[in-house]
């Protein structure tokens, strides 16, 4: 639907590997690190994709990074992080920035920020490490609410299992910009340029039974930006 051309993008290191290596728009490839952990740093959900008897599957589920890591957890019973020790999986993640309105209808095209990871996931057995790796988690969703909130007990611990996964073996897009129409079609009678997209955070809503007065995280909900550093036209 859209082509960036090269003079847009700077340039980027090689593709770590031949299936991460972008083929369909690759101008818009990136496979540098930064990129890809201000993709994975700017996200709460990612989608796992991964196959068993019953199927494929994409799950979305929560997540975090640290350092050379994206970390997920859940359940010990969890159908999907039994598989994925046992084979490759697909990880992904997309944020939406605007949306491209060209004055062809072939033409029309989204901003936008996405990471493919690929590799295998493994569990993370050490106790110390479980126990960082979900308060890690925890100063992610809310800074400074770790410190507050009651500790999760040996139970609790024992029932979550803790899983991460390199990510040595990703790939980036990003589209930026306004449409890129054909010349013959620049006279078209139409409007064109971009609808920007963001998260906007709403006002917390307190629970019913909750007596506690708002801690400076949550006063400052409304008042916190998403990374917008691809809506300009």
């Given at each position: 639907?859209e082509?960036?051309?090269?003079?847009?993008?700077?340039?980027?290191?090689?593709?770590p590997?031949?299936?991460?290596?972008?083929?369909?728009?690759?101008a818009?490839?990136?496979?540098?690190t930064?990129?890809?952990?201000?993709i994975?740093?700017?996200?709460?959900?990612?989608?796992?994709?991964?196959?068993d008897?019953k199927?494929?599957?994409c799950?979305?589920?929560?997540?975090?990074?640290e350092?050379?890591?994206?970390?997920?957890?859940?359940?010990n019973?969890?159908r999907?992080l039994?598989r994925l020790?046992e084979s490759?999986?697909?990880?992904t993640?997309?944020?939406?920035?605007?949306?491209?309105?060209a004055?062809?209808?072939?033409?029309?095209?989204m901003?936008?920020?996405?990471?493919?990871?690929?590799?295998?996931?493994?569990?993370?057995?050490?106790e110390?490490?479980?126990?960082?790796?979900?308060?890690?988690?925890?100063?992610?969703?809310?800074?400074?609410?770790?410190?507050?909130?009651r500790?999760?007990?040996?139970?609790?611990?024992?029932a979550?299992?803790?899983?991460?996964?390199?990510?040595?073996?990703?790939?980036?897009k990003?589209?930026?910009?306004?449409?890129n129409?054909?010349?013959?079609?620049?006279?078209?009678p139409?409007?064109?340029?971009v609808?920007?997209?963001?998260?906007?955070?709403?006002?917390?809503?307190r629970d019913?039974a909750?007596?506690?007065?708002?801690?400076d995280?949550v006063?400052?909900?409304?008042?916190?930006?998403?990374?917008q550093?691809?809506?300009?036209v």
């Open positions: 639907m082509i960036m051309t090269a003079a847009t993008h700077p340039a980027s290191p090689a593709a590997s031949e299936r991460t290596r972008v083929r369909r728009g690759a818009n490839a990136q496979y540098d930064a990129t890809l952990h201000a994975v740093d700017d996200a709460y959900l990612c989608h796992i994709a991964f196959a008897d199927g494929s599957h799950i979305p589920t929560a997540c975090w990074r350092e050379g890591h994206l970390y997920i957890h859940g359940s019973g969890s999907m039994k020790t490759e999986t697909c990880v993640i997309t944020h939406l920035d605007g949306l491209v309105l004055r062809s209808a072939f033409n029309h095209s901003n936008y920020r996405s990471a493919m990871i690929y590799g295998r996931f493994e569990v993370v057995d050490d110390g490490e479980r126990h960082r790796s979900l308060e890690a988690f925890m100063e992610k969703l809310a800074p400074g609410r770790q410190a507050q909130v500790p999760g007990n040996d139970k609790e611990y024992a979550t299992t803790i899983m991460r996964i390199p990510l040595d073996e990703a790939a980036c990003v589209r930026t910009g306004g449409p129409d054909d010349e013959e079609d620049m006279e078209w139409v409007w064109a340029g609808l920007p997209w963001a998260r906007t955070p709403t006002a917390p809503q019913a909750c007596t506690v007065e708002e801690p995280y006063q400052k909900w409304t008042c916190s930006t998403t990374t550093t691809n809506t300009e």
